[in-house]
């Protein structure tokens, strides 16, 4: 039984097919309504999320299924001492399928090994985020046509970032794509990232903390809140969390054809005065979120029947 821990679980055939599946929800909800007829999700968050756990939950709502869970660790036996392991050998007797979100780097890996049935990783620490990368990579396949030959800014907090260590590892397996990387000096994306992920695969990356100077030459610009729970002290959050600001002006020499893009919650990273702009592309991440994870589901649920 198949699980999703990391985006390398999925092939580049396999995410091709959860793209297609997901385009073909957009174009015909209809058919998907009764899919996962008498199939149950749980949502396990012991971490807070807004757009990842409604999503999953309107997601399976949408394919005619249902969904228990909880949204706070303290709402749940873990409040107790129970471990990971117990939580998902429990939640295997009520639910189909997990998705788990948890504070602790592979939390989710050890459900997954736990659990009978297909387990979600909805963010695990400052490791992986591999479903905001399904629905990144949607977003991207939508505007661009596909998810090869781009330049790719990603900007703000690399070193916890989850969201953006996933992203360099899906679109690392694509030709012609190359990274640069923008943060302040304390925020460098993790070295593990750069060793076993851009010089393994050969893809080309720099390494910069001005954003201004880097512009012209993105295709994506990929923005990321600096995480503060991540944080040991508050005084390095507060010195860092303002480290990059998109504004309008910032953007003056930037393509016609970039897309910005942020997985969200932003907190001050990108002016509201840039909503309105074609490039802007954030809100289409949400609701190519949901379209993702319903693909997603499916595949994982069909996988666990056959
Ligand atoms: C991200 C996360 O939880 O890592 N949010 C999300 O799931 N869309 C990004 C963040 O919290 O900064």
């Not at 977003?139 to 970032?161: A, M, N, P, Q, Y």
């Not at 880097?214 to 390095?236: C, W």
């Not at 393509?255 to 907190?267: A, C, T």
């Amino acid at each position: 039984m198949k699980s999703l821990i990391s985006i390398l679980d999925l092939s580049v055939e396999e995410i091709e097919q959860l793209i297609a599946t997901a385009d073909d929800i957009i174009d015909n909800p209809d058919k998907y309504c009764e899919k996962c007829k008498r199939k149950k999700l749980a949502t396990l968050f012991f971490e807070p999320s807004t757009r990842t756990r409604l999503s999953f939950e309107a997601a399976m709502l949408e394919l005619g299924g249902s969904v228990i869970g909880f949204s706070e660790a303290n709402a749940s036996s873990a409040a107790k001492g129970e471990s990971v392991a117990d939580t998902a050998k429990t939640v295997s007797c009520y639910a189909d399928i997990i998705a788990m979100r948890h504070p602790k780097e592979g939390a989710p890996l050890v459900a997954s090994i736990n659990a009978c049935v297909p387990v979600i990783n909805a963010g695990d620490g400052g490791h992986n985020h591999p479903t905001q990368t399904l629905a990144d990579l949607l977003t991207i396949h939508r505007e661009k046509g596909g998810l090869s030959g781009l330049t790719i800014g990603v900007c703000g907090d690399l070193k916890f970032g989850r969201t953006v260590h996933s992203l360099i590892q899906a679109m690392s397996r694509y030709s012609g794509n190359s990274f640069v990387l923008i943060s302040p000096e304390e925020l460098k994306l993790p070295s593990y990232v750069k060793k076993e992920v851009l010089r393994k695969n050969g893809i080309p990356y720099t390494q910069t903390t001005d954003l201004e100077q880097v512009m012209p030459k993105l295709d994506i610009l990929y923005m990321t809140r600096v995480q503060r729970e991540r944080f040991f002290n508050e005084e390095d959050y507060l010195r860092l969390k303002d480290s990059y600001i998109l504004t309008p002006s910032k953007l003056k020499n930037a393509k016609e054809s970039l897309s910005i893009m942020h997985p969200l919650p932003r907190v001050n990273e990108i002016s509201v005065l840039i909503d309105d702009d074609p490039r802007a592309c954030y809100f289409k991440q949400v609701l190519n979120g949901k379209y993702m994870r319903m693909a997603l589901i499916l595949k994982l649920l069909e996988e666990s029947e056959g």
